[in-house]
Each structure stands twice: as C-alpha cells, then as structure tokens.
C-alpha cells in the first residue's frame, strides 16, 4: 500500500505506463438512490439553517461521509483506479445558493478525506494503489458570457473572486489527502484558466506540484463548449499547464462525443481522458443507455489507441465502470508523441502557425 502523496505519484504514472487507467462514474444520481431528506443533508450540526440544504451533494460529506464513502467504496470494487472527491460544487462561489460560504474549505478537506478512506479499504482488500483526484467543477457563473443578454457586458464575478474560490477550493483538496486536481466539465475556458491560475499558485506555495488532470464539455452537437471553442482551440488555451491528461465528460453520451474525443487526441500530446454520460438524458431526465450500449463506442477508443483513462459521468452507476474496465483490461494506452515547436494559438477557432 502507497503512504505518501510522491509514493503514490510514482506509482499512478506507473500504472499510467501500462494500462488504460479506470475514472469512477456518476455521484449525483448514486446519492439519489438513498432516498435522503432534508433532515439527511442538514444532520444535527446544520439542523437551524436558514436555508433548505437538500440538493447539497457536496454537504454530505460533513453530514451523512458514510454514504459517500459507500458511494466510492462501490465504484472501487468496480474496478476505478481514481475516484473523484464530492466536491464539484464545493466553492464558495457555488456554496453561496446554500448560504454555506464559510464551509468551502472544510467541505474540500472532508470530501478528500472520504475518499482516502475508501481508497485505504480498497487497497488493503487487494494492495493495488488506488488514487484521489480533488474535484473541481465549473462554479454556477462565468467569466465568457453575460447572464443577461440585454447587457453583453455584464459579469456576476470577477476573475479575482474566481481564482481565490478555486484557491479555497484547491488548498482544502490538498490538505485532505487528494493525489491529483481534477478540473472538470469546463464550459468556460476563463473559469478554466481562473482554476489552473489558483493550483499554479498553490503548487508555488506547497513547494511541489500534484498531476493536473483538465476535461472540458462539448455542451451540443455543435462540438464546441459553451463559451464557443473547438476542442483543438480549448486545448491550445489550457496546454501551457502542462497537464497530466486533457479530455472530455459530461454533457454528450459516447456516440455524440466520438468525433470530439478523437479531435481532441490528435491535437494534443498528453494522455487522453474520456467519461460521457450514459447518453443524452430522457424525458424524465433520466439515463437510458447501458453498459453495453457505451462500450459500443468506447471500446474502440481503448483499442484503436484514443484513449488513456476511461469512465462515465451522468447516469452511469458501478455497473458501467465494471464493464468498461472489464473491456479494456489489458489495453496498451494510448502513446504520445513530442509536439513539433511552432507557435499555436486559440480564440474560437485554433490556429497553427506554419513552422
């Protein structure tokens, strides 16, 4: 079993080298499973608040850790490698709807705690290193685009306020033990930028670096983000971070997110990550397609090379992500390649100047 934070670097890079790594799937509809009320989210400690809190995911891990820890203990028997914290809205820009700014830290710290302790559990099962990424999500406002179209030019947040959130948020994720800062479903490259400009700045002051996983959201068949880039475009605004893997979740399931996962393979030389849905959501707002129905298309990006790590968001359960690392067991990962040093710039579009 890995102890230390570099022991446990050295051997995700290890295991990175070998094999397709599992991510673990959705953590929103697994909670909902537990049919918990208002009285489970708030707990004693936060039975007086003023606010109603059921909806919080990310409080659960104060008030009901064993239910999340069940959550990640399930996906680790399925066959994750990396399980993401409960923390995709533990900001104190996101925890403002809940009149819980004050808890962003400790949120952070709790959830990353959690997750270790599944880890832990898992690992003394088998002794196979299991690993933390400290979830960072998108934050309920952006920086690219006016929350009221009759004024282009209105922001509800600063670039400022954005990064010292994601400080908060990354600090509290490091303390409480995760291996790797995970930015995920990104529609706004700016926030984005905002969260790696934070982990930059914490790495400075820790005085060492964790990986830096990225994964962006193609949020229509446009095959763009919401704030209008190209994946090849949004690769050449986030690349400079050097990060351990850029990829795509949410929003598309496996057949909508094909072309754009492979787009994004061929313009990046890092390690490549794929989790989609479980398809486009139904009328009901539920998840249709099965564990069968994703490995039609995912399967290939294992085979053919695409990808490096695999899992599921929305609507995907522990039964997905024991098919999905059924299938690619064995695998050999994708190989990168060392990228040619001309100049490669984004706006909407990317652009490559010739060498």
Known sequence: MTTTRQQRRAALDALAAQRILIIDGAMGSMIQTYGLTEEDFRGARFAGHNRPLKGDNDLLCITKPDVIRAIHGQYLDAGAD?????????????QA???????????????????????????????????????????????????DVNDPARRDVTF??????????????????????????????????????????????????????????????????????????????????????VGLNCALGPKDMDAHIRALARAANVRISAYPNAGLPNAMGGYDETPEDMLRVMEPWAKQGVVSVMGGCCGTTPDHIRAIAAAVKGVTPRKTWTCEPVMRLSGLEPFTAAA
């Open 82 to 94: 990396i399980i993401e914290t409960n923390t995709f809205n533990s900001t104190r820009i996101s």
């Open 97 to 147: 709807d809940y009149g819980l700014e004050s808890l962003a830290r400790e949120l952070n710290v709790a959830a990353a705690r959690v997750a270790r302790e599944a880890c832990a559990i898992a690992e003394a099962k088998d002794g196979q290193p299991r690993f933390v990424a400290g979830a960072i999500g998108p934050l309920n406002k952006t920086l690219s685009l006016s929350p």
């Open 160 to 245: 400022e306020e954005c990064v010292a959130a994601y400080a908060e948020q990354a600090e509290g994720l490091v303390e409480g033990g995760a291996d790797i800062i995970l930015i995920e479903t990104i529609f706004d490259t700016l926030n984005a930028k905002a969260a790696i400009f934070a982990v930059e700045e914490l790495f400075d002051k820790l005085g060492e670096t964790l990986p830096v996983m990225i994964s962006g959201t193609i949020t229509d068949l446009s095959g763009r983000t919401l704030s209008g880039q190209t994946v090849e475009a949004f690769w050449h605004s986030v690349r400079h971070v050097q990060p351990w893997s």
